[in-house]
């Protein structure tokens, strides 16, 4: 009896050192974010981009190759935003890796109709990409992610089920803190640097008017900033947001020609110091425009 329980307790033991993490870097912290929801305890999950980090435009680095080619999983934000991640992955040379683009089942906004061409700048066909920024579709995300990590270790599907669950509740009580919040946004327009906030402007109740890139990736000119002051003029606008990757230099000349307030809003989870999470995130932006009224 004693050897017995001896052999199940070595058995254990071995079970236990050869339970590896599952290994998930994602394009983004946002991503990252959600993974580590979902993972728990049982994944190490890693983000190629950091939280101040332009997604659109990430420099690919042979470190990122050798990460992703140790790597389960990799989570692409798709939509043609982390073009740069295909790279990533390819360098990384891992034939068993899965690979997963997290906006597979997202309604996308702005699908643009008709003929597409490169006079309109960085124009995403499939839609707009930013589409994290509605709480609701971080629960899409997060059931992507979950598929692949019960792919990646199915043995552990329960936990990572309660853990999805517990990640659903968590964002409808927050949705229904931020909705509260949001009440006071009702009637607010903003002008932004890029086109990053239609999917939060929808969840919330703001409206997004007018964008100092001309078209989207593209910098600011004169003739568009006058026409913009002109037109923040005429619909009363008080608020710019700037992502905090872009140069506040037009943000402050326009404010200062309109007696708009520039606030700088966070897109990804890290681009501030109080957005340390997804949740948090959501929290930092409902205060920052809550603030406006
Ligand atoms: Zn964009």
Redesign the pocket.
């Known amino acids: 009896m004693k050897k017995l329980l001896i052999v199940i307790g070595v058995l254990f033991g071995l079970t236990g050192l050869a339970m590896a993490k599952v290994a998930i870097v994602a394009s983004s912290t946002d991503l990252a974010s959600i993974a580590k929801e979902i993972g728990g305890d049982l994944a190490e999950v890693n983000s190629i981009a950091q939280g101040r980090s332009n ?2 435009y990430v420099e690919v680095l042979p470190s990122y190759m050798l990460k992703v080619s140790k790597a389960d999983i990799y989570l692409k934000v798709g939509l043609g ?1 982390d073009m740069w991640a295909d790279a990533v992955i390819d360098g990384s040379r891992n034939g068993k890796l899965i690979v997963v683009d997290c906006s597979t089942g997202i309604e996308t906004l702005e699908r643009p109709s008709g003929r597409i061409d490169a006079s309109m700048g ?1 124009i ?1 066909p499939q839609g ?3 589409y994290w920024l509605d709480p609701a579709n971080g629960v899409e995300i997060a059931r992507n992610i979950l598929t692949a990590i019960t792919k990646a270790d199915p043995e552990n599907l329960t936990i990572y089920q309660v853990n999805f669950e517990a990640f659903c509740l968590k964002v409808e009580n927050n949705l229904v803190k931020w909705r509260k919040e949001a009440e006071s946004l009702k009637g607010l327009s903003v002008v932004s640097y ?3 906030w239609p999917y939060l402007a929808k969840a919330f109740g703001f409206e997004v008017v007018g964008f100092i890139e001309p078209k ?2 593209i910098e600011p000119t004169a003739s568009h900033t006058s026409q913009l002051i002109d037109l923040m003029k005429s619909k009363e606008v008080r608020v710019i947001l700037r992502e905090p990757y872009f140069s506040p230099r037009a943000p402050e000349s326009i404010a200062k020609a309109t007696g708009a307030t520039v606030l700088v809003a966070p897109p990804s989870v890290g681009a501030v110091a109080s957005a340390t999470d997804y949740i948090a995130l959501f929290d930092t932006l409902l205060s920052l425009l809550k603030a406006t009224r």
């Open positions: 997604l659109h935003l960085d995403h707009n990409p930013h890029h086109n990053t989207p990736g």
